[in-house]
């Protein structure tokens, strides 16, 4: 297998023995770091990139990121039918959740994954979580 990795995506050039056509990966998880889409601090978790503030110190999502360049529910005629669904089910647990609890991390941690479908993290994210009542 020969395999070049362009831009996110690992084009592998592969003949089976019934002469199939070259397939196309791409990774999210790389798309979703690449200085050439988010700029040189694609690394840095900075939220604001897609939020506009306002004079009364409310804020507002300014622009979603393309479905081609953060293609996590895919994109195009195959976008995934749940997507709004799952945005909805955020905003409804981060609205409830926010609202009732104070959540502080208990030490800084730097993340690793590991490599598999859903990218879980090699250690544990430890917080402490207060009522807010």
Same mark, same amino acid.
């Given at each position: !297998?020969?395999? $070049?990795?362009?831009? #996110?995506?690992? *084009?592998?050039?592969?003949? #089976?023995?019934? #002469?199939?056509?070259? *397939? ?7 798309? +979703?770091?690449?200085? @050439? !889409?988010?700029?040189?601090? @694609? @690394?840095? *978790?900075?939220? $604001?990139?897609? %939020? $506009? ?6 804020? &507002? =999502? ?10 996590? *529910?895919? +994109? ?11 945005? =909805?089910? !955020? ?7 926010? &609202?009732?609890?104070?959540?502080? %991390? &208990?030490?800084?941690? $730097? ?23």
């Amino acid at each position: !297998i020969n395999a $070049e990795y362009m831009g #996110g995506c690992l *084009f592998q050039r592969q003949r #089976g023995s019934f #002469g199939q056509p070259p *397939f196309v990966l791409y990774s999210t998880w790389v798309m +979703a770091r690449l200085p @050439a !889409i988010w700029g040189a601090d @694609a @690394a840095t *978790f900075r939220p $604001e990139r897609w %939020l $506009e503030m306002s004079d009364d110190g409310s804020c &507002k =999502l300014s622009s979603r990121p393309s479905a081609f360049q953060y293609p996590t *529910f895919n +994109a195009g005629p195959r976008l995934c039918l749940g997507m709004d669904m799952a945005f =909805l089910e !955020i905003k409804l647990v981060l609205a409830v959740a926010l &609202k009732q609890f104070c959540f502080e %991390l &208990k030490q800084p941690v $730097e993340a690793h994954y590991v490599m598999s479908l859903t990218m879980p993290m090699t250690e544990p994210l430890k917080a402490t979580v207060h009522r807010r009542f």
